[in-house]
């Protein structure tokens, strides 16, 4: 899932990606990156949320997971 | 519960929402209004967009942290959600504690805080974008 500017910048709102079983954040982040060029220049401030969770770059990404990319957050 | 969170569709109302001010000695407030312009250009407003329900759990994570390590008594957030003209408020932040200045800390902390990690995004409307 996508938000705000990034959605902005990809075009869209959600990305369909395929990962492997034993897919990382971290993986996700050169995965996105590749599939959404665009999306590079914010990729590196950028975290994810796992199921509405922030999760760490080593965090495993399973199959049903909700991943959002929350990146350029900018409230008040 | 002294910490209570609001996600209101559009500009905040002039009358703010509920804080427990009982025993306070401070009660301290912070009004976001939006401004006129963004770099220059002139915008009708912005629009607010949140991550449901996470926004709503980290701005009350957040708060909590705040009341733990300032010892405060209550903190009321409240933040739009969608579009809000320039001129009206978006967000409004009230803090009661015993003293001044722990209210003050935990007012500019929780600020930055809520800017660089909650997820809250925001677009301007440009004027002349509707021409």
């Not at chain 1, 999760?55 to 495993?60: F, K, P, S, Y």
Request: proline share 6%; aromatic share 6%.
């Amino acid at each position: 899932m996508l938000f705000g500017p990034q959605a902005d910048l990809a075009g869209c709102r959600e990305l369909h990606l395929t990962v492997g079983e034993t897919a990382t954040c971290a993986q996700l982040r050169e995965m996105l990156a590749e599939a959404c060029p665009a999306l590079v220049p914010s990729l590196g401030e950028s975290r994810f949320a796992i199921n509405q969770q922030m999760a760490g770059d080593d965090r495993a990404v399973r199959a049903d997971d909700e991943v959002a990319l929350i990146g350029l957050v900018s409230g008040g | 519960m002294n910490v209570t969170i609001h996600i209101i569709d559009g500009p905040l109302s002039d009358e703010p929402k509920p804080l427990e001010t009982m025993s306070a000695g401070a009660v301290v407030c912070f009004d976001g209004v939006v401004r006129p312009s963004e770099h220059n250009r002139p915008i009708t407003g912005l629009e607010y967009e949140t991550y449901d329900p996470m926004t709503e759990n980290t701005l009350h994570q957040l708060a909590g942290r705040m009341r733990d390590e300032f010892g405060l008594i209550a903190i009321t957030v409240e933040h739009s959600r969608g579009f809000v003209p320039n001129g009206e408020r978006s967000f409004r932040l009230r803090i009661a504690s015993a003293h001044r200045a722990e209210a003050l800390r935990a007012m500019e902390q929780f600020i930055e805080q809520m800017k660089r990690d909650i997820p809250i995004w925001k677009r301007p409307r440009f004027v002349d974008a509707q021409a």
